[in-house]
């Protein structure tokens, strides 16, 4: 019997467990679609509206989930004629950025909402009839099916960034996180040497993971725990963002033209700090990782603390490498399935955990939180790995490629565990900071320490 690891966890995917997976598949587009429905129960005229330029109306991201799901599921792995081809234009992401959005014909709520049910009925019917085992690579091991779930999950998350920017009230999450934990080690060590890097064996990865590939990196020391709010306030209050020396030219250029002075969402009163939170506002919790910064400040704040952004490969070895077994690990603390007791995914809150607070989510070297919380930047640009091949369409990775965008890794609290794993890369631009970003900072070692 072969085992192997998804995007979903421990999938068993031989002939004699295909009904498990497909009870699992079956399980998670529930779950996903619950999700969606959640975020967009509203007043039309909140679903309609363009919150930002920078983000689609709520009710162009549900149709989009309904008409993405036909257009792979039913048209290409199920063969099924098409139901609404004459929308697939307005929900081409590709061909119409997310300002242009509001002007297109797009589907009002109550239609989006029959759309997309009507589209996951048909799913269920190809789910019933999937063989895991078929040789195509779009329907081998779910994987199409893997590919909405996840595809699903990620604009779930984007309509969250959507409604933080609204500023409506209502979807704060308050639930109970674990406590921190101060003191310790501030840095992990993580020594020199080779690791696989990406991977070629989980069966739901997306294209831009693959294939797995040794790296060897020189030592290096990386942040315990991602940057807190204390850290970045103490940068802000030494002036970091008046002071040249912190910013690159083209941070320069992005500070004076966004005229940043702290976090977006950030509010100074007096001698503290508040924020904004789905339209409340409350004191900014000082032992929590700092999100909403865009790629500029985090690299300003590691000049000014006198380290430098991890690159991507530093990132996912001391994530997910495991040198006593010399083997890659799906998540750091291993291949288990996450769980409240390991990292704060799924909208448990809506917040990152203290710092701390999740000691038995720790890597094999001692880095913590590096899934969940704040996705982290890194200081490399999104590329292809050697020998990276399309799959399954150019547009969701190849097209991005280049040094135009910079990569995160680990997911948000708000990711679903289904959409994240050590060897996911996510990449937005250097400006972008309405999404739950963060960082964490690492420094060569020194040739003593090496």
């Not at 040794?214 to 850290?231: C, S």
């Not at 913590?368 to 399954?392: C, I």
Request: hydrophobic fraction near 35%; glycine fraction near 10%; proline fraction near 9%.
């Amino acid at each position: 019997m072969t085992k192997e690891m998804s995007g979903l966890g421990r999938m068993i995917v031989d002939g004699t467990d295909a009904g498990r997976l497909k009870e699992r598949i079956a399980a998670e587009l529930i779950a996903v679609r619950g999700r969606s429905l959640a975020y967009t129960d509203a007043e039309d005229d909140l679903l309609v509206r363009q919150h930002s330029p920078l983000m689609s109306p709520l009710v162009w991201d549900l149709a989009h989930v309904g008409n993405y799901e036909e257009l792979w599921v039913l048209r290409e792995a199920g063969g099924i004629t098409p139901l609404r081809p004459e929308i697939d234009d307005l929900y081409d992401a590709f061909r119409h950025p997310r300002r242009d959005r509001p002007s297109l014909p797009i589907l009002g709520p109550a239609e989006a909402r029959r759309y997309i049910e009507g589209v996951r009925g048909r799913v269920l019917d190809v789910l019933d009839g999937f063989d895991p085992g078929d040789p195509d690579p779009l329907r081998r091991d779910g994987f199409v099916f893997g590919l909405v779930i996840q595809h699903e999950h990620q604009h779930d998350e984007t309509m969250l960034a959507t409604l933080q920017l609204s500023g409506e009230p209502g979807l704060v999450r308050d639930a109970e996180l674990p406590p921190g934990r101060p003191g310790g080690p501030e840095e992990v060590f993580v020594p020199a040497g080779p690791f696989l890097m990406g991977t070629s064996t989980l069966p739901w990865a997306y294209d831009n993971e693959r294939p797995a590939h040794p790296v060897d990196l020189p030592a290096y020391w990386i942040d315990r725990f991602p940057v807190g709010n204390a850290a970045y306030a103490a940068f802000v209050e030494d002036g970091g963002y008046d002071d040249p020396r912190w910013w690159s030219e083209e941070g320069g250029r992005w500070l004076r033209e966004s005229r940043a002075r702290a976090p977006l969402f950030w509010i100074r009163d007096g001698d503290a700090w508040w924020r904004t939170r789905f339209g409340r506002t409350e004191p900014v919790p000082m032992d929590e990782p700092v999100q909403h910064v865009c790629w500029y400040e985090a690299e300003a704040y590691a000049r000014w603390a006198g380290r430098r952004l991890p690159t991507e490969a530093e990132w996912e070895k001391a994530c997910g490498w495991d040198p006593a077994a010399g083997r890659a690990r799906t998540y750091p603390w291993g291949d288990d399935d996450p769980g409240p007791g390991r990292a704060n995914l799924g909208h448990r809150a809506a917040r990152p955990a203290p710092l701390g607070a999740y000691p038995a989510g720790a890597s094999a070297y001692g880095a913590e939180q590096m899934v969940g919380d704040v996705w982290e930047w890194t200081a490399s640009h999104f590329l292809p790995y050697p020998g990276f091949r399309s799959f399954p369409y150019r547009e969701y990775s190849e097209v991005f490629f280049g040094p135009g965008h910079r990569v995160l890794r680990g997911g948000s609290w708000a990711a679903d565990p289904a959409a994240v794993r050590a060897t996911f890369r996510n990449w937005d631009l250097p400006i972008r900071r309405q999404i739950f970003s963060g960082f964490r900072c690492a420094r060569s070692a020194s040739a003593e320490e090496s």
